[in-house]
């Protein structure tokens, strides 16, 4: 399906019944990489899978910025009139998700971010040489963007008023450290490191991550329906 927002098309797919769920994914990747996930979340909840502009089925772009993707799912979310979804980001998703739940309070009921960073400089250092590398040799957008941003801010993260998840492989591209200083600094967030794990292995074409997501997801409802009830 194709939705034109904040100018631009962006195509998205949409599965299953219950409470909203968002999926965006890394990168120079497009929904796809949730097609395990995505069904097996989909018993339970309606799963949106979003390719990010300049992505998959979405519109091109000649250039990229983690603030234009923010927008697309802030309206995103407007057009389609979901109500307080949970967003689910990997990677560039993650970054994506944090900045969003830091511009629009209230937008989202909680927020999963997995192996996200806050500076490029946050990414161990081999992976930031391997891009200046790469990007040196064949310019590339998609690689630039992470070279030059994201640049969120602890102010930022404080200002973040949903309850938020971090995740981390322990092999991850992201330091387990840089993960841990995202969930503290978050008021109320929270941390999970897998074991033995790296960036992709337990997301990509991959169900490891769906029972977390499921059981943060319970949390908030639980949360939700006693709060109702005072």
């Given at each position: ?31 796809t ?17 979003i ?42 998703g ?13 937008m989202l ?22 891009m ?8 590339d ?29 322990e ?60």
């Open positions: 399906m194709k939705i034109h927002v904040n100018g631009i098309d962006i195509h998205y797919e949409a599965e299953g019944e219950g409470p909203p769920i968002i999926l965006l994914h890394g990168n120079g990747e497009d929904h990489i949730f097609d395990y996930l995505a069904e097996d979340l989909g018993t339970r909840f309606t799963v949106y899978s390719d990010t502009r300049g992505h998959g089925e979405s519109e091109r772009v000649d250039s990229f910025h983690y603030s234009d993707m923010t927008e697309d799912v802030a309206a995103f979310i407007t057009e389609l009139g979901l109500k307080r979804p949970v967003l689910y980001g990997f990677s560039d993650g970054i994506v998700g944090l900045m969003l739940a830091a511009k629009y309070p209230g009921s909680g927020l999963i971010a997995s192996g996200a960073n806050l500076t490029p400089k946050d990414m161990k250092w081999t992976s930031r040489a391997s200046r590398l790469t990007n040196a040799v064949r310019k957008p998609l690689t630039e963007l992470m070279i030059r941003e994201p640049n969120i801010t602890d102010e930022d993260l404080l200002s973040i008023d949903v309850p938020v998840l971090i995740t981390v492989g092999r991850d591209i992201i330091p387990v450290s840089h993960a841990e200083h995202i969930a503290d600094t978050i008021p109320g967030g929270n941390l999970i490191v897998l074991p033995k794990e790296n960036h992709y292995s337990y997301i990509v074409h991959s169900y490891k991550i769906s029972p977390i997501i499921s059981w943060f997801i319970d949390g908030i409802i639980s949360a939700d329906a006693a709060e109702d009830d005072l």
